[in-house]
């Protein structure tokens, strides 16, 4: 007599290899604090006022050379 074909009693199971090392963060909110944001508008507010100082003398300069330039050629 044959012993009966019985089907596999057992799961083959597939071993994954995991690894996990803790992160280290730190969160941080958009919004600026109010008294750092004022500092940065007034800060802002001084650079604004050198450059716009910085363009006027520049286009002082050129008004004074093309004056110049013109009382030339009226001679």
Do not use: C, G, W
Not at 50 to 61: A, G, M, P
């Amino acid at each position: 007599m044959e012993a009966p074909k019985t089907e596999q009693d057992f799961e083959i199971k597939q071993k994954r290899k995991t690894r996990s090392e803790p992160i280290s963060f730190e969160t941080q909110a958009h919004a600026l604090p109010p008294s750092v944001r004022s500092q940065f508008k007034s800060l802002e507010d001084q650079l604004f006022i050198e450059d716009r100082k910085f363009l006027d003398l520049k286009e002082i300069k050129n008004t004074l050379e093309a004056y110049a330039y013109e009382f030339k050629n009226n001679l």
